[in-house]
T-cell receptor, first 111, second 115 residues
Framework: GQQLNQSPQSMFIQEGEDVSMNCTSS?????WLWYKQDPGEGPVLLIA?????ELTSNGRLTAQFGITRKDSFLNISASIPSDVGIYFC???????????FGGGTRLMVKP | KAGVTQTPRYLIKTRGQQVTLSCSPI?????VSWYQQTPGQGLQFLFE???????NKGNFPGRFSGRQFSNSRSEMNVSTLELGDSALYLC??????????????FGQGTRLTVV
């Protein structure tokens, strides 16, 4: 099936630092979504991207939908301890049938 | 407004048994999707239901099945459980099929452990 390559797999950063993670795919997606998952919880949507080239912000988070429709990145600025968690990218196919998820980026923030 | 409710939250079953998991979508949401999350395979699509009909199915064996009721609540069933079925099973609901983005929400999941 389709695969999304998400990197890095994990990051251990100092509070206040900026973070960047990205996803690449061999297939084109119609929509890119970024989720955060805390332990014992379901994924929570952070940002949704609908157009190639689109750059969208949500507070300290910024994400972009790649021009080729095969990639996306998420940046977190000035990280804080509550940013700790696992971040997932997900691509939605043109039929809107199902999400394909990346493998996740585990973020750890040192106060 | 209540979120997506999955029951039970935790479940321990023995190999060979069967299990039924339940998902109650957000009020007004008619589309329900199921995903399996494991450390090795990540999040993988199981199936999607809308108006009591299965619209799509992921690449899982026939032991995995589901259904949706007229009130949009959905259940998934796994028969003849294997150790590898141990996972967090997540349900997501949306108003219509394909309306992800800001209109779809995940439940907290059911943690199934097969021993």
């Amino acid at each position: 099936g389709q695969q999304l390559n998400q990197s890095p797999q994990s990051m251990f950063i100092q509070e206040g630092e900026d973070v960047s993670m990205n996803c690449t795919s061999s297939s084109i997606f119609n929509t890119w979504l970024w989720y955060k998952q805390d332990p014992g919880e379901g994924p929570v949507l952070l940002i949704a991207l609908y157009k190639a080239g689109e750059l969208t912000s949500n507070g300290r988070l910024t994400a972009q939908f790649g021009i080729t429709r095969k990639d996306s990145f998420l940046n977190i600025s000035a990280s804080i301890p509550s940013d700790v968690g696992i971040y997932f990218c997900a691509g939605l196919d043109y039929a809107g049938n199902m999400l394909t998820f990346g493998g996740g980026t585990r973020l750890m923030v040192k106060p | 407004k209540a979120g997506v409710t999955q029951t039970p939250r935790y479940l321990i079953k023995t190999r060979g048994q069967q299990v039924t998991l339940s998902c109650s979508p957000i009020s007004g949401h008619r589309s329900v999707s199921w995903y399996q999350q494991t450390p090795g395979q990540g999040l993988q699509f199981l199936f999607e239901y809308f108006s009591e009909t299965q619209r799509n199915k992921g690449n899982f064996p026939g032991r995995f099945s589901g259904r949706q009721f007229s009130n949009s609540r959905s259940e998934m069933n796994v028969s003849t459980l294997e150790l590898g079925d141990s996972a967090l099973y997540l349900c997501a609901s949306s108003r219509e099929p394909g309306t992800w983005g800001t209109e779809a929400f995940f439940g907290q999941g059911t943690r199934l452990t097969v021993v």
